[in-house]
């Protein structure tokens, strides 16, 4: 939750504080200072504080700004007087802090942070839109309600280090990025980072649903990939045990994270006892919804039309499945994360854990990492082991410290100079989490001979894993 400063009287106060109130999404902490009585609505909400009190006296004001470390301010005065000096009394006690300031007089305070609404470039933008031949601001386009709007991508929040393909647009369109004040180019491979600015269209009321989601710094998953957790069955090639260990564990990640609905699609049903012990299990689950598929089209097709129809965000397979990499070869493209099932009892799981690799992908999935942690209320373990100690992590265990103080969760770091994969191994009762690669659903005929860290995690069937959906040639949208 963010601390934030508000100072304003006058005519346009009132109309101000009865804005804040109605567009209150309880991510703010609001201190308000006012003069005036008649500008207190009738219901206060709890992140609203309020301090009666003349600003432009820093006596007072001080106060208030030793009161809580704020992130941002809004200073809407009525006289260019006492606006320059409440911008210098916040000046005293924050040198650097940004701030907006309603500007009706063409102020210049030679101050980079100061962010200024000039009232009058405002109205007289309104005015002109009337006149015949004149371009349409974006303020007023369409229908006039909020089909367009500007969101910054926060430190921490889930849509950070993600890929435009990768996050489902349903109802709304990114159609517009801006990075370090320049207009980047649109399109799939994009990754969204900290501190950019989109330009979303859609549906008002969603538009408010994204926003809300893109703000918040934890507890979405599976969003943004979708809403729902996805079970695929294929009673072909899974035994009864297989299938009933993959309901038990998809029972405890629907009950645990954030998805509205629970689907289990069968495929290829074998015998009525074996369907029915199935349905069995499924007896009493809220929220789920069971489709058998008696046509046999093939686990591409069936997953291509139900990603759209139930808005997937969490595919679950098992490893029998998971062999056949010739028939799931194309499950990539669906830009989906997947939940391996293991060997071990999720209801056992005690950290979730990523052993650290290619700085490039792990930069992507790490704010999910912190996200899946806070759901499943267990704490997250990094691996940083090395064979030959040569430090090339540094950057990325700082990053991932930069986001325990966002998230507000502690890391257990493990670093040490040993053989990775012999190191994972000594692990119990761990969901470890992967970039989803190309190479794991590709036949590899000397597979013993590789390296890669992430290959030889996802051969092993002991863990419950989640592969998360990366961009691996991360290089060609270095500059974008």
């Known amino acids: 939750m963010k601390n934030v400063l508000v100072i304003l009287d006058g005519k346009i ?7 804040m109130v109605d567009l209150n999404n309880n991510l703010n902490q609001y201190d308000i200072v006012y003069t005036d009585e008649k500008i207190l609505p009738k219901d206060i909400p709890s992140n609203f504080t309020f301090y009666k009190f003349d600003p432009t006296s820093f006596s007072k004001l001080k106060f208030i700004l030793n009161k809580s470390l704020y992130q941002d301010a809004l200073i809407a005065l009525d006289t260019k007087e006492d ?30 942070n100061v962010q200024y609404y000039r009232g009058n470039d405002i109205i007289s933008n309104g005015l002109i839109e009337q006149l015949p031949n004149i371009p349409v601001f ?11 709007m500007e969101i910054k991508i926060p430190f921490g929040s889930t849509y950070a280090y993600r890929y ?86 998809v029972k405890i990640l629907h009950q645990r994270m954030k998805n509205n609905l629970l689907v289990v699609k069968i495929t290829r049903p074998t015998t009525v006892e074996s369907l029915n012990k199935i349905k069995f299990n499924l007896n009493q689950i809220p929220d789920m919804k069971l489709e058998i598929d008696y ?83 267990i704490k997250l373990k990094v691996l940083d082991i090395d064979p030959i ?8 265990i700082a990053h991932f ?8 969760q502690n890391i257990i770091l493990v670093q040490e100079e040993a053989n990775p994969i012999k190191r994972l191994n000594k692990e119990h009762n761990i969901l470890q989490v992967l970039p989803l690669k190309e190479s794991m659903f590709q036949k590899r005929l000397l597979q013993f001979f590789t390296i ?29």
């Open 13 to 19: 106060a009132k109309h101000l504080v009865k804005k």
């Open 83 to 112: 606006t320059l000096a409440v911008v210098y009394n916040i000046r005293v006690k924050y040198k650097d802090l940004n701030f907006t300031v309603y500007d009706q007089w063409g102020l210049d305070l030679k101050d980079k």
């Open 138 to 148: 974006a303020q007023n386009i369409g229908l006039r309600q909020g089909e367009i």
């Open 164 to 249: 435009i393909g990768s996050i489902g647009q349903k109802d709304w369109k990114i159609v517009a990025l801006y990075r370090n004040e320049k207009l980047i180019n649109i399109k799939p491979s994009l990754i969204i980072k900290p501190n950019d600015v989109i330009i979303i269209i859609g549906k008002p009321d969603v538009l408010i649903q994204v926003y809300n989601a893109i703000s918040k710094s934890s507890t979405q998953f599976p969003m943004p990939f979708g809403k729902n957790i996805y079970l695929y069955v294929d009673m072909f090639v899974q035994d009864e045990d297989e299938i009933i260990s993959a309901i038990e564990d």
């Open 295 to 377: 046509h046999n089209i093939g686990i591409h097709a069936i997953l291509k039309e139900d990603k759209v129809r139930f808005d997937i965000g969490l595919l679950v397979l098992t490893k029998n499945i998971l062999k056949h990499k010739e028939a799931i070869k194309n499950v990539i493209l669906l830009k989906l994360p997947i939940f391996k099932v293991g060997s071990e009892n999720i209801s056992s799981l005690k950290h979730t854990l990523v052993l650290l690799n290619d700085e490039k992908l792990y930069e992507q999935i790490s704010p999910t990492l912190f996200d899946i942690s806070s759901q499943l209320k």
């Open 389 to 396: 100690g040569d430090k090339t992590r540094e950057g990325l």
């Open 401 to 408: 410290n930069n986001l325990s103080k966002i998230f507000v």
């Open 452 to 480: 890669d860290s992430d290959l030889l995690s996802y051969d092993n069937n002991k863990f419950n894993q989640i592969l998360m959906p990366v961009i691996e040639d991360i290089e060609s949208t270095k500059t974008t």
